[in-house]
């Protein structure tokens, strides 16, 4: 079996893959551009994918008719079109579950960085502006007690809620398609109108994935229902954000501050103005970036591989939306 890996992943499942197909992956730190990556993968029976690879039904022409499996090293998987490939009946696999603690571990990272101002205070630290302890000086809002908005109770939202409720002792709002009562009974949490939650929320948390009804749900209306002193944290997905509506709203004070591991685009412009404001935190995409939860993605990657070569049941297949 023909396989092409689009970036070095971690041996505990590259490996495995190597053991049993004929493996290229691909070797740079970059990703492969649009002409290498369907270069490489034509001819391939399986492709394990990073979010960084665009799937599509221009890819499946060229890979061909042979391709079975397209195994994405993420949970997220809009980088894919699931309904073109289920047409096609090739499978796709995602690797849900191993990286919910890492990624809520980084959104409640930002909610703190943000919320107590530590990209100013870093910068004061490191450019030399550090005189003296300054009593009006970084200036930050408290989170004890205060409510936390969780837009999109899956997985990591819940996570989000369950360190933040016992933690601090916050209020938990949410959103979600459906109900959830076990949540609602774990944490006393509400689920509430979208409205509602900008509305009421000290914090707000993103944890949708990026589909046709959350892309750019936070735009100028959105910020504009938000309190100002209220801290936007995205963990999810960069398109989930206007950025420019975030960069004004950030600007004129319409919400206190922002942290976000996720932009787009990924790398954010050179130029783009959310790089240098003090009151926006910015990460490079590294939620899921702890040794145990980047092995068990790999494993997961490498099984759901395997299994569609193999013409069985992927252990994590996605539908689509
Ligand atoms: P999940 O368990 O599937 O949770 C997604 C939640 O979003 C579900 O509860 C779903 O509600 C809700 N949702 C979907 N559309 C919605 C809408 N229009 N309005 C309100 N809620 C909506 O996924 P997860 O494992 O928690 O991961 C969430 C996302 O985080 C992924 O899709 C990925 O994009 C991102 N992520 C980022 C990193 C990183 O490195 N920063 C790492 C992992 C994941 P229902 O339950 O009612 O369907």
Redesign the pocket.
Known sequence: MKVFVTRQIPAAGLDRIRNVCDCEVWPDRLPPSRDQLLEKSAGCDGVLSLLSDRIDAEFFDHVGPQLKVVSNF?????NIDVAEADRRGIAVGNT??V??D??AD?AVGLLLAAARCFREGIDNVTHEQWKTWEPMGFIGQDLVGKTIGI?????????VARRLHFGWGMSVLY????E?PEIDDQFNARRVE?STLLAESDFVSI?????P??EK?FGDETFAQMKPTSVLVN???GGIVDQQALHRALQAGTIFAAGL??TEPEPLAADSPLRSMGNCVILP?????TVASRDAMATIAADNLLAGLNGQPLPHRVAAN
């Open positions: 993420a949970v997220g998987y809009n849900p579950g990286l919910t890492a990624t980084i837009v999109g109770m899956g997985r990591i939202g819940a996570a959103t979600a398609r459906s959830k979208f944890h949708t994935d990026l589909n009804q959350t749900l963990t999810a997905r591991d996720v995409h590294i939620g899921s970036g």
